[in-house]
């Protein structure tokens, strides 16, 4: 059919607008669906609900225990809900609360009531897809709807389905409020944890913020060259990872903003480089709290072998006690306390060595 050449030629060249037109969506991504002005409203009023006033004073005395707020933000099952219903079993229930942000547009298998998530999924939940600005919005829910249900939760933890801990409750509660040397960057400032002369606690927010990415010039200008201008000039633009641990003088922060959120929340032109929930906190935090927070998380993740965008995914083999002691290492903190990414089936592996070697502080 072919074998006069020209028609051959003739044929290749017809061919290559087919074959741009299957292959154009890999290519460049278009861009997801912006949030809509429903679910922006939503928001606003729960944000200005959880920033109002209190009308009632509700900072903590000393006599009151100050408690770590559990955020789990995820689109499938909570795959390793035994162990933390192990982890959270010898907790004093006075230290903590939990709260699941589930994208209600997928079949999320509810824990049974008995455990310690059986009532824990919040109702204000709303889509997420990756790498846009909606799980910066399911964030922003899950800080309010913690800020709002419980004046003593004093740290915001942000954990994912694919997240572990890495240590006993007591050993992160111990860390995050009474330790004087777990941070190990404030070691020169004697006043950098504790209480002050009126009881209120003074802590810092572990959340990383990374000014120096080779990458970070394309994230910028994925909306458009001077988008971010003038409220965000590149040279306050950073980049971090979006679990991290906030006090709730930064949590209240992130919740008051609009400015920032504004350009945030802008669809980009080039999908395949955005990423806005590893931008908008550390650029807000480093921008209007830069004393406050440390710059670094307290979850360890590995970024050997990435694969679009996703760092390496720990199978059931990998799980060994070494495993845990190496990625409890930090040149930050005193060790890690979260870790992920582990596949499901880790689950069997990890429920072995959590006694003997996982909650063995």
């Not at 003074?202 to 994925?222: Q, T």
Request: charge should be positive.
């Amino acid at each position: 059919m072919f074998s006069n050449p020209l028609i051959l030629s003739f044929s290749l060249l017809l061919s290559i607008p087919i074959l741009f037109f299957f292959l154009a969506p890999s290519l460049n991504p278009q861009p997801l669906p912006p949030i809509s002005a429903s679910d922006e409203l939503d928001d606003l009023r729960l944000f200005h609900r959880a920033t109002a006033p209190p009308s009632a004073p509700s900072h903590l005395s000393f006599s009151s225990s100050p408690k770590i707020a559990f955020l789990f933000l995820t689109n499938t099952d909570l795959h390793f809900l035994p162990l933390w219903n192990r982890f959270f079993r010898h907790a004093k229930t006075s230290l903590y609360n939990i709260y699941v942000h589930a994208d209600p547009t997928v079949n999320v298998t509810r824990p049974p009531s008995d455990t310690v998530f059986g009532d824990k999924f919040i109702p204000n939940a709303k889509r997420t897809f990756r790498a846009s600005a909606t799980l910066i919005s399911a964030t922003r829910r899950l800080l309010a709807t913690a800020i709002l249900d419980d004046p003593a939760n004093d740290y915001f933890a942000v954990v994912s389905q694919y997240c572990i801990p890495l240590h006993s409750f007591n050993y992160i509660y111990r860390s995050l409020f009474t330790s004087k040397n777990f941070d190990l960057t404030s070691k020169s400032d004697p006043d950098s944890s504790g209480l002050t002369q009126y009881g209120v606690l003074k802590h810092k927010s572990y959340i990383e913020i990374i000014s120096e990415e080779p990458r970070l010039w394309k994230r910028y200008v994925a909306r458009g060259r001077f988008v971010m201008m003038p409220e965000v000039p590149f040279e306050e633009f950073r980049a971090g990872s979006q679990f991290f641990v906030l006090t709730r003088k930064d949590a209240l922060l992130v919740l008051k903003d609009s400015t920032l959120w504004r350009k945030f929340k802008l669809p980009c032109f080039r999908a395949d480089e955005c990423y806005p929930e590893e931008h908008y906190f550390p650029t807000l935090l480093s921008m209007q709290d830069p004393n406050g927070v440390t710059g670094y998380t307290l979850t360890r993740v590995n970024w050997t072998g990435t694969v679009q965008g996703h760092p390496h995914m720990y199978k059931p083999k990998e799980v060994t006690p070494e495993l845990i002691g190496e990625l409890r290492k930090s040149n930050y903190s005193s060790s890690y306390l979260f870790a992920r990414k582990f596949s499901p089936d880790c689950l069997s592996p990890l429920m072995r060595i959590a006694d003997s070697i996982i909650f063995r502080d």
